[in-house]
């Protein structure tokens, strides 16, 4: 939804932030320029203190940012918010891939990545559905140096989903091969116990069983 919002932005905000085709240009670049800086940086971030962690800050970043650009009245302010929100996207990407297949069985790990990734489909469908309804609104506030008007309460409306996310991911656990890879095993143990009630409605307990030189955990 965020990346393909500029589309429909740029002719309401022409006169508003005085765009001229270079502006516009960059307006429509600097999205994935913090993307490519984000990427980096958040998954960097990501393997240090968990997937889960990283994606409800960039959330929180990438709504907070989208907000504070509807109420931009400059070009640099707006364009500084672009970047800003594009780094938060950028580090969604990676981290969010990660999270979600490590979830995933072998075997239905490619069809569930590819289930995830229609949905970047229906996103754009969504915000095209969105800036139809609510763009073409004459509703506006005008005060001195102040303009609030239509474009920007679509952007204010396109941040509520990173809202929605940030909150809902507060109820899920972190990935389990993050934890095991940095030796949380109990932690770990919870996240599986947790999949298998949720799978099959039952409860599990694991005992760990000696056979010959190492121990292993087994379903009780």
């Given at each position: 939804?965020?990346?393909?919002?500029m589309?429909f932005?740029?002719?309401?905000?022409?006169?508003?932030?005085?765009?001229?085709?270079?502006?516009?240009?960059?307006?429509?670049s600097?999205?994935?320029?913090?993307?490519?800086?984000g990427?980096?940086?958040w998954?960097?971030?990501?393997?240090?203190?968990?997937?889960?962690?990283?994606?409800?800050?960039?959330?929180?970043?990438n709504?907070?940012c989208?907000?504070?650009?509807?109420?931009?009245?400059?070009?640099?302010?707006?364009?500084?918010?672009?970047?800003?929100?594009?780094a938060?996207?950028?580090?969604?990407?990676?981290?969010?891939?990660?999270?979600?297949?490590?979830?995933?069985?072998?075997k239905?790990?490619?069809?569930?990545?590819?289930?995830?990734?229609?949905?970047?489909?229906?996103?754009?469908?969504?915000?095209?559905?969105?800036?139809?309804?609510?763009?073409?609104s004459p509703f506006?506030?005008?005060l001195?140096?102040?303009?609030y008007?239509?474009?920007?309460?679509?952007l204010?409306?396109?941040?509520?989903?990173s809202?929605?996310?940030?909150?809902?991911?507060?109820?899920?656990?972190?990935?389990?091969?993050?934890?095991?890879?940095?030796?949380?095993?109990?932690?770990?143990?919870?996240?599986?116990?947790?999949?298998?009630?949720?799978?099959?409605?039952?409860?599990c307990?694991?005992?760990?069983?000696?056979?010959?030189?190492?121990?292993?955990?087994?379903?009780r």
């Amino acid at each position: 939804m965020d990346v393909i919002s500029m589309s429909f932005i740029l002719p309401s905000a022409q006169c508003d932030l005085e765009l001229s085709t270079h502006a516009k240009g960059w307006l429509n670049s600097i999205i994935f320029i913090g993307m490519m800086v984000g990427a980096y940086i958040w998954g960097s971030i990501a393997d240090s203190v968990g997937r889960r962690k990283v994606l409800i800050v960039i959330s929180f970043m990438n709504a907070i940012c989208i907000v504070a650009s509807s109420f931009s009245q400059t070009y640099w302010l707006f364009m500084v918010l672009r970047f800003m929100n594009g780094a938060a996207l950028g580090g969604s990407g990676p981290v969010v891939w990660s999270y979600f297949a490590e979830f995933q069985p072998k075997k239905k790990r490619g069809s569930m990545l590819s289930l995830m990734a229609a949905f970047w489909t229906l996103g754009n469908l969504f915000v095209a559905s969105l800036a139809w309804f609510i763009i073409p609104s004459p509703f506006a506030i005008d005060l001195p140096g102040f303009l609030y008007n239509s474009w920007r309460i679509f952007l204010m409306v396109c941040s509520l989903p990173s809202f929605l996310a940030a909150g809902l991911l507060f109820f899920l656990p972190e990935s389990p091969k993050f934890l095991l890879s940095h030796n949380q095993h109990e932690k770990a143990m919870q996240v599986f116990r947790l999949i298998y009630s949720s799978n099959t409605g039952k409860r599990c307990y694991y005992v760990f069983v000696c056979t010959g030189d190492r121990s292993e955990t087994r379903p009780r």
